[in-house]
């Protein structure tokens, strides 16, 4: 059969399970759960990573961006193909259910962690499809890598060892399960589209396509989200996946990890009580929509006083950091021009320091980093020359990633 006839009705084996919920003795068929996160990793892709990942992902794999989503959304959904294994056995009542088939032919299979048992097992499979994947670095051997790192820690994959493909099917079961494995690896990449092979795997593309499938699959795994899905199961893959999609939009935003859009409004409109912006931030208002414009969002770090007026700052910031498809090509009216001294009777220092306008390197590297659910991106900065403090208070404000604004001065208790 092809993977056409195995996304329809009675077209493949649903019995091995992949969630189980001991109080209400609800049995999650694996294929589902691993479709499940597939099209919830689209939606993350889409809605939570920045323009600027999505295209460090894309170059770090040598295909288009479109390319590119479908192959995070194939690898995301086979994080878990490593459950069709000994695994199936660790619980009594879903591995009752699995079927006779499957059941009598385990053989001498031994149990080990599924997410190795997932490496181990992709490795081959990509080889089958095209991928290179006969040395550690190749990108077959790369992706295998990120499967068997979905539960935070990268496996070291011996090709010629424990991962050679003879020592594999022995720890794995039978013909039926080496079957199964294979149908389920086709099936993901058909409804996904991840036709196109990788060229390359950077280490920077595996860190973030890693952590769109952690996020994906903690998602996914949510009681509230695939328990009511166990009780009124689809017949077919195919249902069941383009179901997955039409709902993955919702369980995105209610995890509240898609990005606030914050309404261009003037300044005194949006923070009431405030006639006009100070120096500092309208130095970073001026300075930092400009960089933005250039480049992209990066990381704002803005060092002051209490009372000096941080929190009106990194709102104004946000604002300018809003996505490109959101933030008008003009900012003029709702950017106001640098405010004049204010008058020197205050009881505090009012001169601020602006930010110096000296052309700064471009973008460095960027690395990722991931603490499910959440992935966060930083771009470590170079050493910029600081700027000369202008006042008798100095307050420092840092932009990283989209270039370099500094200003810098002593810090304060």
Known sequence: ????????????????????????????PLLFHLLDVAALAGVVWDRYLTRGQRQLIAAGVGLTLAEARCLVMSIAGLHDLGKLSAFQEQEAHPWARVSDTLRADTRSWRRMPHERASMHIVLHLFAEAGYPADTSDSPGALVAQILGGHHGRFLQVDIGGAAKASRVNLALGGPAWQDLRRRYFALLRHLTGATAVPSDVSVRAAVLITGVGIIADRLASQRHYWLPRAQAPAFAAGEHYAQAVRDAPAVVEESGLTRITLPEVP????????????????????????????????????????????????????????????????CGCCRPSPPPTPPTTSSRPTSRPTIPSTPRSPWSTATATTTPPTLTTAWPPTNPPPATPTGPRATTATMTGAGRLRGSGPRTA
């Open 1 to 28: 059969m092809g993977v056409r006839e195995d996304a329809r009705r009675d077209g493949i084996d649903l019995t091995p399970w992949g969630k189980f919920d001991r109080g209400e003795w609800a049995v999650y």
């Open 267 to 330: 300044f005194i409109q949006a923070h009431g009580g405030l006639e006009r912006p100070n120096d500092l931030q309208a130095s970073v208002i001026r300075q930092l929509t400009a960089v933005v414009g250039e480049k992209e969002p990066g990381i704002l770090v803005v060092t002051d006083a209490t009372g000096g007026g941080k929190s009106v700052t990194a709102l104004e910031a946000a604002r300018i950091f809003k996505p490109p498809a959101t933030r008008p090509a003009s």
